[in-house]
């Protein structure tokens, strides 16, 4: 996929990194590339990863808006809906988080230009990463509504993903619909899924999650929804509205631990009204995806 | 007999040179008039489906003439210029200018974008189409007449 949106230069200098360890490039106009790989940061020089700022590449504006545009494959309009919700989602589930000036129009965000930084986000799958707390997720051979949670980049949609992959294993007539918002769980594009998720999944792909939801479990007949990054009121509420249908949830969110998913204000109703009854907590204290307990509806720690 | 020979060649020759410059009319007139119906679907496509640029040409190409379907497969596909060989400088700068600056604006500008180039692309559909009608047939008989004259005059 790089060789599709980076410059030779790039693709020379990263072909001397190791991609399978990759997880980040940080491009940012005029400054030095960052990448991350294995938690663990540095620059990217001519000659592959390095400590010394001044042997890092540095990004150029037009640089930039190219390597947009070819990660658009030259369609801007295609992608404009992700645009303005600030990333692009490229193949194999790779997203593109982007910085630039946001254009409005009669109060509505019409588009971003003078695109200044990009974080591109490499997804990993961990084979059997949710092994560990797979049965503490389960009552009655059931999955539990269940929150994952974590500050960013710390392991959420590779959970979900192998949870997805050990769901469709053991009960593969579970059907379970996962709304993939930013095509990030299962790597969708043109219509194809290239990261391993079970064989007992339907997707909705690219669009909000009530409206993923409110269809989804109209037409497709869920017994588990899954989804990442639940952050809006829309999002909680569709939630609720799938709780109350009979349908299991399992669902990520950016919260530090227990107790800083219990401050933010927005979020307090899915503690308060017991909406999951597992909450999963990650770190990368000992690297991505430490599990640093699971949660009860009463937020008793019932695993670490 | 040789000599009859010669002069049956040369009347060959110079009709097949009208055949010839009457192919490429047509070829410029399908040229043209691929370029303006690639600009009507591709508006279509951007307004509705919003396939991208690669992939609508992979979808669509089998729709258009082969020089055509050549040039978009080159530029969208393989990243390459275009190959049509008979189109005027002004034309082939036109028409690069389009193909680069495709994809590069957000829905309702891309599609004006593509509405302001179809004009040009349909005012070059026209006039490929007036020469070939004025002159199609006619470079024939002249190119066949001209070998007749020539072989009157050697004969």
Known sequence: MFEKIFPANYIMALSKVNLSMLNEIRLRVEQPIVIMAKGESCYLGPHGATLDKNDALVVGKKELEDIVLRSADYSMYAINDQLIRGYLSLEGGVRMGICGEVVTEQGSIKTVKNITSVNIRIPHCVKNCSLPVYPVLMKNGCVENTLILSSPGCGKTTLLRDLAMQLGQRQPFVNLLICDERCEITGMSEGNSILHIGSNCDIIANCSKKYAFENGIRSMKPDVIMTDEINLDDDIEAIKNALTSGVKVIATIHAKDIYDLKKKEKFQDIVKDKMFSRYVVLSNRNGVGTCEGVYNENLACIYV | ?155
Not at chain 2, 81 to 105: H, V
């Open chain 2, 1 to 155: 007999m040789i000599k009859y020979l010669i002069l049956f060649g040369i009347l060959c020759s110079s009709t097949s040179i009208g055949w010839y410059i009457r192919k490429i009319m047509i070829e410029r007139q399908a040229y043209f008039e691929d370029l303006v119906k690639f600009c009507e679907a591709l508006k279509q496509n951007i307004g509705s489906k919003k396939d991208k640029i690669s992939i609508f040409v992979m979808k669509y190409q089998d729709s258009y003439h082969q020089a055509f379907r050549q040039d978009i497969q080159s530029f969208f596909l393989e990243h390459h210029s275009l190959q049509f060989e008979y189109l005027q400088e002004k034309e082939k700068k036109e028409i690069m200018d389009f193909f680069t600056r495709l994809g590069s604006l957000p829905m309702h500008e891309e599609i004006a974008n593509i509405t302001s180039f179809e004009l040009v692309f349909q005012q070059m559909a026209l006039s490929a189409k007036t020469m070939y009608e004025k002159y199609g047939n006619l470079v024939v008989k002249l190119s066949s007449l001209a070998g007749a004259i020539i072989c009157i005059i050697l004969l």
